[in-house]
């Protein structure tokens, strides 16, 4: 196996993780809410909501975040080697998966298994799967 030390950050990776970390601890223990991107979001879709101005602020960040990133000289661009069909297509089928698990990879990943949750262990470990498998497939079998 070959690292790529150029991209290998640990440090920030850890800082990154810890500040996710706390955020979720934080909306658990102020606001009673898990911090799953899925659910949030979701939930501003369901209209009418009496609690869409925390969904909106938690979203907000997801957003603004990047670009103060960006302007601190740190940009979070993303290479995506794919066309937009193939994205939406992507990204319709992590809509569908996010609705049979119940959650998506931050809410069963960092809020349920911090719980201790057997359910958020079994999803948690199919999504690593099927990423596993896609990257399998994609490098190996497809070619890439």
Same mark, same amino acid.
């Given at each position: 196996?070959?690292?790529d030390?150029?991209?290998?950050?640990?440090?920030?990776?850890?800082?990154?993780?810890l500040?996710i970390g706390l955020?979720a601890?934080?909306?658990?223990?102020?606001?009673?809410?898990?911090a799953?991107?899925?659910?949030?979001?979701?939930?501003l879709?369901?209209?009418?909501?009496?609690?869409s101005?925390w969904?909106?602020?938690?979203?907000?960040?997801?957003?603004?975040?990047p670009?103060?990133?960006?302007?601190?000289?740190?940009?979070?661009?993303?290479?995506?080697?794919?066309?937009?069909?193939?994205v939406?297509v992507?990204?319709? *089928? $992590?809509?569908i998966? !996010?609705?049979y %698990?119940? @959650?998506?990879t931050?809410g069963?990943?960092?809020c349920? &298994?911090?719980? =201790?949750?057997?359910r958020s *262990? $079994?999803?948690t470990l !199919?999504f690593? %799967?099927? @990423?596993f498998m896609?990257?399998f497939?994609q490098?190996? &079998?497809?070619? =890439?």
């Open positions: 196996m070959l690292i030390f150029t991209h290998f950050t640990p440090g920030l990776s850890l800082t990154g993780g500040i955020a601890a934080g909306l658990v223990l102020f606001n009673g809410r898990i799953g991107i899925s659910g949030i979001f979701g939930g879709l369901s209209l009418p909501r009496n609690d101005g969904r909106i602020a938690f979203v907000a960040g997801l957003v603004i975040a670009v103060i990133a960006g302007l601190l000289g740190r940009p979070a661009i993303a290479d995506i080697e794919a066309n937009w069909g193939v939406l992507a990204g319709f *089928l $992590v809509g998966g !996010t609705r %698990a119940s @959650g998506c931050s069963h990943g960092v349920g &298994l911090s719980r =201790g949750s057997l *262990l $079994v999803a !199919t690593m %799967a099927a @990423g896609t990257v497939v490098r190996h &079998l497809i070619g =890439g």
